[in-house]
C-alpha cells in the first residue's frame, strides 16, 4: 500500500493531481488487489470506519460499491448485476434493503449520480435512527475529477465537483457543489475533511424523527 513513499512515509493531500508514484502503485499496479483500500483517505481513517462497522448483528451497506467492495460483513447495493469479483450484487436500489441499515458507507459514488437530493433522502430512509453514514469523494482539487472533465465510459461521467463549504476554489467549475451543506440537509455532521488522494471524509448521522420527545424528561 505504501510502496513509492518519501523515507519518512510522508504524503500530502493531492497525490490523485500530483500522480505520484504511490498513487499510480496503488491505483493502476494494484488497484484490483487493493479494492477500495487503495484510497489514501480510507488508510487514513480506516480504525474510524473498522471501528464503526465492527459489532455482532450490525446491518452494514456498502452503497455503489460493486467496482471495488468493502467486503467486511457488508451488503452491497449497485446498479451492477455483479461485482469485480464476480459475485452477484444483491440489491439494485436503497429501497429493497430488507431491513434498515445501522452503517451505510459509500466511496467515489456520489459524484455519479445526477438525482442527488433523491439517493441522499433515500440513504436517510434506508439508516436506522442513530446509523451512520460514511462516505468519500472526489474534491475538486484533483482537476481530472471534476464535473465536464472526468470521463468514465465503464460507467458514467462525474456529474458534481465537490469541496467543504467556505473554501476559496476556481471560479467557473461546473455544477460545484459545497458537499458538507448538502448533506447536512439530511443529516447530522460528525466530521468532514479533506484527506489523501485529493478526496473528502465525511462522517455524518441519522437522527430519529422523534429526536425531542426521545431527550425531553
Known amino acids: 500500500m505504501n510502496r513509492h513513499l518519501p523515507y519518512d512515509l510522508s504524503y500530502d493531500l493531492h497525490e490523485a493531481q500530483n500522480d505520484t508514484s504511490s498513487y499510480r502503485f496503488r491505483h493502476h499496479q494494484q488497484g484490483r488487489r487493493l479494492g477500495v483500500f487503495r484510497w489514501r483517505g480510507i488508510q487514513e481513517n480506516l480504525d474510524l470506519i473498522l471501528d464503526r462497522i465492527s459489532g455482532t448483528g450490525k446491518v452494514i451497506v456498502d452503497f455503489g460499491g460493486a467496482a471495488m467492495p468493502l467486503a467486511l460483513g457488508s451488503q452491497v447495493v449497485d446498479r451492477m448485476e455483479t461485482d469485480v469479483f464476480g459475485n452477484s450484487v444483491p440489491y439494485h436500489s436503497l429501497l429493497q434493503l430488507p431491513e434498515k441499515a445501522d452503517v451505510i458507507f459509500s466511496s467515489h459514488t456520489l459524484e455519479h449520480i445526477p438525482n442527488l437530493d433523491e439517493v441522499l433522502a433515500e440513504i436517510s430512509t434506508a439508516l436506522k435512527p442513530h446509523g451512520i453514514l460514511i462516505l468519500l469523494v472526489p474534491a475538486f482539487s484533483c482537476v481530472d475529477w471534476r464535473a465536464g472533465v472526468h470521463k468514465n465510459p465503464s460507467h458514467n461521467d462525474h456529474c458534481w465537483t465537490f469541496g467543504l463549504a467556505e ?26 475533511k479533506y484527506c489523501g488522494d485529493d478526496s473528502i471524509f465525511l462522517l455524518a448521522s441519522q437522527e430519529p424523527l422523534n429526536l425531542k420527545e426521545e431527550t425531553t424528561p
Not at 467557473?172 to 443529516?187: A, G, N, V
Open 167 to 192: 473554501t476559496v476554489v476556481p471560479p467557473d467549475m461546473m455544477s460545484y457543489l459545497p458537499i458538507d451543506t448538502k448533506l447536512s440537509q439530511f443529516f447530522r455532521f460528525i466530521s468532514a
